[in-house]
Nanobody, 115 residues
Framework: QVRLVESGGGLAQPGGSLNLSCTAS????????MGWYRQPPGKERELVVLSWPAGSINYADSVKGRFTISRDNMKSTVYMQMGNLRPDDAADYYC?????????WGQGARVTVSS
């Protein structure tokens, strides 16, 4: 069983930056695909970015060039730097760990983008 705990988030102005962290416990995340998803108010959860264990990364088109994922397997932590934030980036952001057939979710971290 993997437990994921997000931290960071909060309020940013349009054009601003925020960072999210996701710390895992219960297993070594090295073989896991680690990702961030988000759920805007009233909308479905959507993929933001995936970091595959072999090193490749997939970003949603909406965040390419603005968001950056990184992972420190030794610290069991995944980071996401969010820059040039837009109002439509406002959402609850969830950390996700996938190692088929198991997957795990964090509790979510809220990001608000408002002037």
């Amino acid at each position: 069983q993997v437990r994921l705990v997000e931290s960071g988030g909060g309020l940013a102005q349009p054009g601003g930056s925020l960072n999210l962290s996701c710390t895992a416990s219960g297993d070594d995340i090295t073989p896991y695909a680690m990702g961030w998803y988000r759920q805007p108010p009233g909308k479905e959860r959507e993929l933001v970015v995936l970091s595959w264990p072999a090193g490749s990364i997939n970003y949603a088109d909406s965040v390419k060039g603005r968001f950056t994922i990184s992972r420190d397997n030794m610290k069991s932590t995944v980071y996401m730097q969010m820059g040039n934030l837009r109002p439509d980036d406002a959402a609850d952001y969830y950390c996700h760990a996938l190692l088929v057939p198991s997957d795990y979710w964090g509790q979510g971290a809220r990001v608000t983008v408002s002037s």
